[in-house]
């Protein structure tokens, strides 16, 4: 944007209340490659209004992006509300994201993984002779590093289901 | 009622007299639910995009929602270059658009296509109805979103058997339209009215620079009465031409691209811009990092997205221009405040110097027959002939800048062109629908024979429906717009810019019914255009024009705005 300084890219958590309706999520996704945005995680579910949904996602973009993304949003005839989680809780929202983690457990390993999804309160919900599938919620950071603790030669599958977030405090976005 | 039936009255009670569309199978109930009512005239185009071009147009000449009705598959997906164009300039518009009956959605049946998956990147919203007994309020609803707030085009995906004649509901049109996440703001915030007339009071060097937005949200009186009141310059953007009176001393022309000389180097040097209803288009700003190094910017918009979007706003208003400068005005005839006469007096002294060393000057066709017709003298000429009374539509080139520039504009709604998309093939549907609402106004649609030939098939409409508009082709053998870049731009590298097997026009509008006149003589010109405007009729006018000729100022690519080729020869 012209004589507004560039600042730097970093990761914007959106939340977006829009009416529950056919089309409505994709309008959202379509506006932001229509632009040429990237979505990194995305979320959607119904709230505790069935008529209202609630969609939670992170981009990486400069704040001036973020500020035209966020109008965008607003423009959009279903959306009811939008709110940047990061820049109104100033980095400092609750966010959590849930990961299912297929990972080969033999022999001394076996002991190791338990005790590591012990430590990072992670739960092995299901298991064979020679696996483990464990479940584990936490910010983005947590999941990474338990990632890196469990060491990616032994994983086989990883599912996450990408942030959601919630401010802290007395601030709501609610209708 | 049937569905097709609720759909008709709900029409008729949105006040719809006109629909511009094409009939097919998806639709054929609805047809006939058309055919046993008086209320709605439909105009049956020849291709859907010419419907979707006619109601855009009606909607841009009366400030009215126009309607396009599509069957499916390629009947509503022609008309997307139209919906693409109204929703560039926000122009209100509903497009019915027929579908496959539900039981067969999503079957890859016959002349089944998702329009609203195609449509969603270029529409304000859309719909598909699921249920009969929803029409009424679904249309209510598609009609108050186009037109209110930023306009835009809807899209109503209708499928077949929701319009079934043998299935009956109650007619029940709801009296408003309330949606909890659609609240357009109207009145600018108090605060920022306050500190935008302090910023322009404060001015020495300012300028209103008034786009589309003041035409479309009716607010062209207003804007008058405080550029006159405080002796502002005013800058139109091609969208906006019309906004403020051409033949006003205070009137600098267009800016941007192929601004006047005044218009782009009042902006340069401006220390305070007044923008309203205009969004800083690449076609207006030249490089955004040179745009108006000292200027304080009040930008007025409907539409917050539009501000601060590639120019930041130091005073952003978001609200319709007509309140907004309204309530400015109220508050500053309320005091005693005014500009600095004496810095005012010195920047209107800059500006008349400006204005006397380039006032659009363009190489005379006198010394005829050796020299062609001038493109600017036949636009000079149309004006003064049509005592500057005509509506003009224009498609998209050369001789819809020279259209732009040598028609003064006084009115709103006399200047109807695509000016976001830039739709080649606009100008003879949009003189269509002008001509169908304001029948005893002359409307002349200015063209070139590269765009006129994009749509030229409406002359059999137009032969239908009586529609006697003027056509003034400025023919000179070639897409001049691309030739001008690529002699610009590209080492006069012609490629395909060529149209090297134009049919004879004068033949072809004669074969639909039509008369036509062929002008190649700059020295029987003038009166040889006046008598074909006086026929009786639709008249195409094909005049040979220069085919060297460019149009200037051109701004240089990537420059400021003040950078600007005057001739071929001479730059700033």
New interface residues.
Partial sequence: ????QQDQIQKHLISVL??NE??SL??VV?LFS?RGYNIDTLNVAATEDPTLSRLTLTTITTSDKI??IT??L??L????KVQNLSEVSNGNQIERELMLIKVRAVGACREEVYRTADIFRAQIVDVSANLYTILITGDTGKLDGFIDVIGRDKILEVVRSGVIGIARGERTLA? | MSGAELLVQALVDEGVTHIFGYPGGAVLHIYDALFKQDKIEHILVRHEQAAGHMADAYSRVTGKTGVVLATSGPGVTNTVTAIATAFMDSIPMVVLAGQVPTTLIGDDAFQECDM??IS??VV???F?IRNPADIPTIIKKAFY?ASSG?PGPVVVDIPKDMTNPADKFDYVMPNSVS????QPTSKGHGGQIKKAIDVLLSAKRPVVYAGGGVVQGDGCDKLRELADLLNLPVTNTLMGLGAYPATSRQFLGMLGMHGTYEANMTMHHADVILAVGARFDDRV?NN??K?CPNAQIIHIDI???SI?????AHIPIVGDVKFVLAEMLNIIKGGDRRLDDKALADWWKQILEWRARHGLRYDPDTDAPIHAIMPQRVVETLYKLTDGKAIITSDVGQHQMFAALYYKYDEPRQWLNSGGLGTMGVGLPYAMAAKLAYPERTVVCITGEGSIQMNIQELSTCLQYNLPVKILNLNNAQLGMVKQWQDMLYEGRHAQSYMQSLPDFVKLAESYGHKGVKITNPATMEQELKQALEMDGLVFIDVYVDKSEHVYPMQVAGQSMRDMWLSKGERT
């Fill in positions: 944007m012209a004589n507004v829009m009416e056919a089309g994709s309008r379509g229509q500020e035209q109008k965008q607003h423009k005839i279903e959306v009811v209708v | 609203v998956g969603r990147p304000k919203h859309s598909q979103i930023r949606l909890r996440s659609y700003t955004v990092k745009f539409d917050p997205t601060s979007k590639t120019i930041n």
